[in-house]
């Protein structure tokens, strides 16, 4: 392939000044307005199509939004590109941008889709050499991109089409795809990610002095130490009273390559009547009005902070997600089970429906079994004693140690046998 030997073409260069003006107004966008340029721009498919006859070819893409583009030739076969960024083709079949019979001028085969993170990528298939006669992003009320393409020689198509390796695109660096998390098997040691709830400026529920910032961190701590003794991997999502944004949990969970995730809470309950550890499990639907209160209350902690929510699933295909998590949801029940029977022999109370559902963010990732303990409620007082008691916290810390061991080993037999 050819790259970055060729020449700079006149026509070529006109297409990256028009390309770095999409951008640059991309940019000025971002500033002034994020959530628009966190959507994706969106095909539509009315005011979209290919026509032509033998002397030319029009592709005409209508957009909801202008976004940045690029769009060069390639040779074997002779191929149309176009880059987008962030246009959502998902929803669209290639097909309606073609006419009768499938083919459109000289236009044989359309393909579309995800390209690398954040962007998307147009390739039409071509009958013959051709050039880019003219390559235009139209913007106002129905953005519309139109790219013309006419007949060339072959000599001429060869000094003219090649990948463009510019630097203007390779900025901002796309994000690497991450791997696929390899399911813990027994083969190596577990690796269990402990997230301290709340930080910083937002330090959760508070009573009587402490907050659940302080008094999960602590408990974090000590559970980390139960668990590195027992062989487990331990990456902690804050060591310190900082504030930590909710999707940056889960990334570093990912980062980490989590085989469970664990998120340690403290709240105070508005009807302050409850007591005891619970367990929370994702629920699109909340098990109860409490539990709903609770992970909107979570959720909103980002807000308060200035956290963009809109920002959320850059590298994550929603999709895949919900597919991926019909996958660890049952990992996740069983451990919850264990979990749940491991506290009741170690004595420690828990509260009357000791596994919970509820829509907590901090829960969604796909990649990995997730959980949150409601180590107890600050508002109760005898929840508060528990939770500043060296020894209460050394039995609930041991406890969910055993369950964690426990689960890891039936989890890692059920993965061998998988396998097979
Ligand atoms: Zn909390």
Redo the contacts with the bound molecule.
């Keep these: 392939m050819r790259r970055s030997a060729q020449p700079c073409h006149g026509r070529l260069a006109l297409f990256w000044v028009m390309a770095l003006w999409a951008f640059l107004a991309g940019c000025g966008l971002a500033q002034a307005q994020d959530s628009r340029l966190s959507a994706l721009a969106q095909l539509d498919p009315a005011r979209s199509g290919i026509t032509g006859d033998a002397t030319q070819t029009d592709l005409r893409l209508g957009l909801s939004q202008p976004v940045a583009w690029r769009a060069f030739l390639l040779d074997n076969p002779p191929r149309l590109v176009v880059d987008f960024r962030e246009v959502d083709f998902s929803a669209q079949d290639p097909a309606v941008m073609l006419g009768k019979g499938g083919k459109s001028g000289a236009v044989q085969v359309l393909r579309w889709g995800p390209f690398r993170p954040g962007w998307s990528r147009l390739v039409a298939e071509l009958s013959g050499p051709m050039k880019i006669a003219a390559a235009q992003l139209r913007t106002g009320e129905a953005p519309e991109l139109d790219i013309s393409l006419t007949p060339v020689s072959k000599d001429k198509f060869e000094t003219t089409q090649g990948d463009p390796n510019s630097a203007l695109w390779d900025l901002p660096q796309p994000a690497p795809v991450p791997a696929p998390i390899l399911r813990q098997d027994g083969s190596r040691p577990l690796r269990v990610v402990l997230d301290p ?2 930080g910083g400026i937002d330090p ?2 508070e009573a009587e002095g402490t907050s ?1 910032a302080v008094l999960v961190l602590t408990f974090a701590r000590e559970l980390k130490e139960a668990l590195t003794r027992a062989g487990i991997d331990v990456v902690m999502t804050r060591n310190e009273n900082v504030f930590v944004p909710l999707e940056t949990r889960l990334t570093i969970a990912r980062k980490s390559e989590a085989d469970l995730f664990i998120s340690l ?3 105070a309950l508005a009807s302050g009547k409850a007591t005891g550890t619970a367990i929370y499990m994702l629920d699109e639907k909340a098990t109860d009005d409490a539990s709903q209160k609770l992970a909107e209350r ?1 959720d909103r902690a980002d807000i308060l902070a200035g956290v963009d929510l809109d920002g959320h699933g850059d590298d994550v295909a929603r999709v895949l997600m919900d597919l991926a998590r019909t996958e660890t949801r049952p990992r996740t029940v069983r451990f919850t089970q264990v979990l749940v029977g491991a506290l009741k022999s170690a004595g420690v109370t828990l509260y009357k429906h000791p596994v919970q559902g509820a829509d907590f963010s901090v829960l969604k990732s796909a990649d990995f079994p997730s959980v949150l303990i409601e180590l107890g409620f600050l508002d109760s007082e005898r929840d508060r004693k528990h939770l500043l008691d060296d020894s209460w916290r050394k039995t609930t810390a041991a406890a969910i140690t055993q369950a964690v061991q426990s689960w890891a080993q039936s989890d890692a037999a059920e993965a061998r046998l998988l396998r097979q």
């Design positions: 709830g709340h959760g529920a659940e809470h403290a709240d979570h």
